[in-house]
């Protein structure tokens, strides 16, 4: 991904203090992304981003919590919905070339870490699978496209759905076959 750094923390007011802990509370501008199925987020910015850092022996154990707000399409009428999300964030910074790296944990090189990778994962993790407008939300005329819930349209909606239609013939050859018994 070819983001900008979307947040750094200089942590060298924290090198060599164990047990220290840096505090942020920061306004923070995220660019819109790309969701799965190619689903464009829309970032209403700006986010919010709290932060602590905590000092622990060149490790960093990085804790907080990033809240927004984002559009995204509905997926039956494409109209935008606009969303909150609110997200926590955990992770564990070590040295590029620890020999025992946290398994969970995120690489630093020099007195930065970057948290651009955790904000997106965070971001990710909380997009929903399914949007819609509304749980009744008609959607869009399969015929014309025209918007169901604002407008009507006049062409025939009972769209024929090929795979029932597989069935009912062969119901029909089922029960028209050979239904001699003697
Ligand atoms: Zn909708
Ligand atoms: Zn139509």
Redesign the pocket.
Known sequence: MNLESLFKVNISPLQDAPGETMEFHTKLSIPNLTGVGNRLIEMINPWVLELQVTSLNQRFQVSGRLTGNYELSCDRCLEKVRLPMDTELFALYYPDGDHFPPEEGLAYTGDELDLTPLLLEAINLKLPMKNVCSLDCKGL?P????DLNTHT???QKEAFDPRLAGLLKWKEQEGGGSGGQS
């Open positions: 005329c015929v014309c496209g025209i349209c006049n062409c």
